[in-house]
């Protein structure tokens, strides 16, 4: 079974603050992803990794960077949190060459005042 | 644009009867198509996927059809459950190959109700 944790469940953090937020997967999965979830808009992908060191702007890339030094840990770094920054964000994990279904983490829900 | 969309934002129907989920794209390189269901305060999980060379794939309670000249697809759950109550995603891949990632719709709230 593929195992994807995120670093915490629930966060409160201020506006300006640096938030970094981690996953990491057990699995050996080459291909990690960020997305956010709000309501009435779906899942929007931040950034992807397709391999360490590797990285890609998804849709909605202002105001985030990614770090993926390690094969099985992928970070999401808020530089100045701003309040249209709360969200639940999932990050995701792929094989690659096998298939295309991506796994989720449980998600941390981020709230900045 | 939004390339793949689920208009409708929410679904009730009474437990034992069909739920017709439905969704729509319009990039026509899309080659694969996925249902994810969601949880409150947990991560989707994958339910069921159609390869475009397909029309149909069954798994259970679950059956998604592809109409590819409509650029339609939709997910029927039955007899449907309460505990499928839930957030329903469809995601699209247009890439294949090493580096594939998917493309969401914004999700159907399902309510089942007893």
């Known amino acids: 079974d593929v195992k994807v944790t995120q670093s915490s469940r629930y966060l409160v953090k201020r506006t300006g603050e640096k938030v970094f937020l981690e996953c990491v997967q057990d699995m050996d999965h080459e291909n990690m992803f960020w997305y956010r979830q709000d309501p009435g808009l779906g899942l929007r992908l931040i950034y992807f990794?397709?391999?360490?060191?590797?990285?890609e702007k998804g849709d909605i890339p202002e105001g985030y960077s990614v770090s993926r030094e390690k094969k099985e840990r992928f970070s999401l770094i808020l530089e100045s949190a701003s309040t249209n920054q709360t969200s639940m964000y999932l990050c995701?994990?792929?094989?690659?060459?096998?298939?295309?279904?991506?796994?989720f983490g449980p998600g941390t829900r981020l709230t900045v005042t | 644009d939004q390339q793949v969309k689920q208009n409708s934002p929410s679904l009730s129907v009474q437990e034992g009867r069909i739920s017709i989920l439905n969704c729509d794209y319009t990039?026509?390189?899309?080659?694969?198509f996925l249902w994810y269901k969601k949880y409150p305060a947990e991560g989707p999980t994958f339910l069921i996927s159609i390869s475009s060379i397909k029309d149909k794939n069954e798994d259970g309670r679950f059956t998604v059809f592809l109409n590819k000249s409509a650029k339609h697809l939709s997910l029927h759950i039955v007899p449907s459950q309460p505990g499928d109550s839930a957030v329903y995603f469809c995601a699209a891949s247009a890439t294949t190959g090493a580096n594939s990632k998917l493309t969401f719709g914004k999700g159907i709230t399902l309510s089942v109700r007893p």
């Open positions: 990794s397709y391999d360490v060191k590797m990285k």
């Open positions: 995701a994990t792929r094989k690659r060459y096998r298939g295309y279904e991506q796994y």
């Open positions: 990039n026509s390189m899309f080659d694969y």
